[in-house]
Nanobody
Framework: QVRLVESGGGLVQPGGSLRLSCAAS????????MGWYRQAPGKQRELVST???????YYVDSVKGRFTISRDNAKNTVYLQMNSLKPEDTAVYYC?????WGQGTQVTVSS
């Protein structure tokens, strides 16, 4: 059974930082590409960042220079470090190893 469990969301002021974590089980993590997606209220889910099994990363333009994706294969965990957060980053953030999804974690950026 595949499980992806996100944590680390919360309320943060503009300019602040959060680190999301996604613990994976039931997949061969070290061989799996991992991704972070987000869905804001009234909007479609969008791809934020991905990391391949070899460590190659991708970022959507809106988060380049602010977010960093990383992985720890020993812990079967992928991270998303989010800095310089903006109100428009507010969304539910989902971890994915397609076709599998986590349950999501809420990130709210507000003063």
């Amino acid at each position: 059974q595949v499980r992806l469990v996100e944590s680390g969301g919360g309320l943060v002021q503009p300019g602040g930082s959060l680190r999301l974590s996604c613990a994976a089980s039931g997949i061969i993590f070290s061989h799996s590409a991992m991704g972070w997606y987000r869905q804001a209220p009234g909007k479609q889910r969008e791809l934020v960042s991905t990391i391949t099994s070899g460590g190659t990363t991708y970022y959507v333009d809106s988060v380049k220079g602010r977010f960093t994706i990383s992985r720890d294969n020993a812990k079967n965990t992928v991270y998303l470090q989010m800095n310089s957060l903006k109100p428009e980053d507010t969304a539910v953030y989902y971890c994915s190893s397609l076709p599998y999804w986590g349950q999501g974690t809420q990130v709210t950026v507000s003063s």
